[in-house]
């Protein structure tokens, strides 16, 4: 099972699960997750070959999908979903896979579309590092600096970091393998008619109108919230903003 980090006691409301992104993992996420537990549970996971979940040959979308399922059902059988970027897409396919485990899905600045940039370059600036010099985070940024990695992501990447075993919590060989398949999104004939709310950051181009053909084809219920000024990271970025939206929308 994934590894998880559970915030506050369950209540009347279905828990929270929180799918974070590519070279993410919980503890990104533990401010928003804090605040919102007090409220109803909150689980956040490392994702598989993130953080301390096990690592594995694969990282399609289905079997990402199948690992929140395997949560969900540990955690009492349904709950509300958010996931960013590619957490994003893997809880799209979680309520497309296993409709009955989900009650409300946030989907946050991604599409069910396939993407032609692609993030390799990180790992291969996460592999120039020369973790045997490395005795603290900071000295691992310093490295990431010289590799051209912008400051907000040298200190988001060494959040994966474990400087005593000197190695990355990320399966780079893996992720950097299955690369394609977490740019695109996998052909389905699936849909999920459950709320949706696809919330997308102002200043990103990840999330475009003309993706929205493709998402009600799958959501038929969708809807759509910006939070002006924010970018892909935006609950990095906006964190009180992004806050306000997700209460907002899961108590409806």
Known sequence: MLNMIVHGTPTDLPPLLIAHGLYGSARN????????????????????????????????????????????????????????????????????????????????????????????????????????????????????????????????????LDVTQKRWKLNLDTLAAEMPKIMAFPETERHWDGPVLFLSGGASDYVQHEHREAIRALFPHARFAKIPGAGHWLHAEKPREFEASLRAFLVA
């Not at 549970?41 to 395997?70: C, F, T």
């Not at 009492?76 to 957490?87: C, I």
């Not at 893997?90 to 993030?119: F, K």
């Not at 592999?127 to 005795?135: I, N």
């Open 29 to 160: 996420w533990s401010v928003i997750a804090k605040r919102i537990s007090d409220t109803r549970q909150v689980v956040a996971v490392d994702m598989r070959n993130h953080g301390d979940s096990p690592w594995s040959d694969s990282h399609s979308y289905p079997d990402m999908a199948d690992d929140l399922a395997e949560v969900v059902t540990h955690i009492g059988g349904v709950a509300d979903v958010v996931g960013h970027s590619m957490g994003g897409k893997a809880s799209m396919m979680l309520a497309l896979r296993h409709p009955d485990a989900v009650r409300r899905l946030v989907v946050a600045d991604i599409a069910p579309v396939n993407y032609t940039h692609s993030q390799i370059s990180f790992i291969q600036a996460m592999r120039g590092v020369d973790l045997s010099t490395v005795t603290r985070r900071s000295e691992a940024e310093a490295q990431l600096a010289d590799l051209d990695v912008e400051r907000a992501l040298q200190s988001f990447f060494t959040q994966s």
